[in-house]
């Protein structure tokens, strides 16, 4: 067990909702609009960065409320150790800023990611493969956040030296010299740890895919493309000599920023995006299953599925459930219907959602 006692204060469409006496399987199910997927995006937020949805701290607080909202939850980290109390939301009077505390004392969001490893699935992370290279950019930060807390301070401090140079390669009069080295040389630093981070992530995922059985999900077979070089030297002498070139176009052209994630069916040999969305599907699942067992390391584990059985015949959903059994995270899913899960309702609590409110069911 990764979380219990968790509480939703204003958050979404739910005013006060208490879930306690968690389990290694937690089934939330109910009509669509309930609150379900709001349940696990109060979840998510236990993972540093905007939660599952990417939706704006503004948005998360509850219609018609007093303006902010509250998550919290006791934390178990196993070894017969104490309990950790974590807890997340905005206040009011400044809804746009994000308070983080660890046992009563506040701390970065960063921290979360120090505590415990938070991974999805949700049905908008079907469009992965289809999406732009930036949303598979995003998708390989937040797996390797979840196995080095550090990588979100990398990227954020290449995103900012990125932001710097643009707007001085934008500027009418030609930047300093000096001023676009150390600017080019903070990119360079900051660059070199973010795609030595996405690198990692890929080597160790694809080792983890390689090791589980090949049915019935499909296996992906997964390629770094780098947008630049990747050392750090190597990246500053690019950005040096292709000045130029970026502001004519007005913006930097080489870089991480620019880095893509291939995905292909194993086997096949055919790109992820021309296979079909049930292969799409299964390939997503295997991907969710081994990095949820890389990012435990040592850290209590929460998988969050939202509709994940939904599309899943019955031989998939089973073999879903036993490699989820054979796991080490604390998984929460939703369904619309019960029934689909009646394979694992007896050793999951479950709970019904409605109107923003939950009944304990099981």
């Not at 995003?138 to 979840?146: F, I, V």
């Not at 130029?244 to 194993?266: F, I, K, N, Q, Y």
């Not at 369904?335 to 019904?352: C, D, K, L, M």
Request: aromatic share 4%; hydrophobic share 40%; charged share 25%.
């Amino acid at each position: 067990m990764a979380l219990d006692r968790i509480t939703l204060s204003d958050f979404r469409n739910h005013a006060a909702t208490q879930l306690d006496d968690t389990r290694a399987f937690n089934l939330l199910y109910g009509e669509n609009g309930a609150g379900k997927t709001n349940v696990l995006e109060a979840l998510s937020l236990f993972a540093p960065g905007r939660g599952l949805r990417r939706g704006a701290l503004t948005d998360m607080a509850r219609g018609g409320g007093p303006g902010g909202f509250a998550v919290s939850a006791a934390l178990d980290c196993g070894d017969g150790g104490d309990r950790v109390m974590i807890g997340t939301g905005v206040q009011a009077d400044r809804p746009g800023r994000r308070l983080v505390q660890v046992n009563g004392t506040e701390n970065p969001a960063i921290a979360l990611g120090e505590w415990l490893a938070v991974g999805w699935l949700t049905p908008a992370m079907d469009r992965l493969f289809m999406d732009s290279a930036g949303g598979r950019r995003r998708y390989m930060d937040r797996l390797t956040l979840a196995l080095d807390p550090a990588h979100a301070r990398n990227a954020s401090r290449y995103e900012a030296a990125l932001r710097e140079r643009n707007r001085l390669l934008s500027a009418d009069v030609e930047p300093e010299s000096q001023w676009m080295d150390a600017i080019e040389a903070q990119m360079a630093d900051a660059g070199a740890a973010l795609a030595s981070g996405r690198v990692m992530l890929v080597e160790q995922l694809s080792q983890a895919l390689h090791d589980l059985p090949p049915e019935p999900f499909a296996r992906p077979e997964l390629r770094y493309v780098p947008g630049g070089p990747v050392g750090r030297d190597a990246l500053q002498e690019e950005l040096r000599a292709m000045r130029r070139r970026d502001r004519a176009a007005r913006r930097s052209l080489s870089g991480p920023h620019r880095d893509e994630l291939e995905v292909t069916m194993a086997g096949k040999g055919v790109a992820a995006a021309q296979c079909s969305t049930g292969e799409q599907k299964a390939m997503l699942i295997a991907m969710t299953l081994a990095h949820a067992e890389l990012s435990k390391q040592g850290r209590p584990g929460l998988l969050l599925l939202d509709e994940v059985a939904a599309h899943l015949d019955p031989v998939r959903r089973a073999a879903l459930f036993a490699r989820l059994r054979t796991g080490s995270a604390q998984v929460w899913m939703t369904g619309t219907e019960r029934a689909p899960f009646e394979a694992i309702a007896e050793e999951a609590a479950v709970w019904r959602v409605n109107g923003g409110g939950v009944e304990r069911v099981s």
